[in-house]
């Protein structure tokens, strides 16, 4: 039988032919929305922002949380792949779109692969 070497924190989905390498990669960002005067305001800078971030990038991505305050958002995203290098490049692409735009702020950002 074959011995693979992978990182300690990816797993490992086997049958009894195939081994799969899944990598998870999660975005946490969190924004101040200084141009939002209401949640409706607040709404619609996000949707515009997710419609974006969805017509490029192969990412699922949410509001997580702060949705009831009109200037404070956290935004996850998630990318799922089979190279660690792949999923990262994926998630900082992402992170760019977010610093291009101007109608927000970015308060703080991290990632994590699991």
């Known amino acids: 039988m074959a011995t693979v070497a992978v990182p300690s924190n990816t797993q490992i989905l086997s049958s009894r032919w195939e081994v ?6 999660l975005c946490t960002i969190e ?24 017509a490029h990038h192969n990412v699922s991505i949410a509001e997580i ?36 735009q101007g109608e927000y702020e970015i308060l703080d950002y991290w990632i994590e692969m699991f």
């Open 65 to 100: 949380d702060n949705q009831d305050i009109w200037q404070r958002s956290t935004v996850a995203f998630v990318c799922v792949a089979n190279e660690r290098k792949h999923t990262f490049q994926v998630l900082n692409s992402v992170v760019k779109v977010f610093e291009k």
């Open 20 to 25: 799969f390498l899944l990598v998870i990669g």
């Open 31 to 54: 924004l101040h929305i200084g141009g939002a005067h209401s949640l409706k305001d607040k709404r619609r800078i996000l949707k515009s922002l997710i419609d974006r971030v969805k």
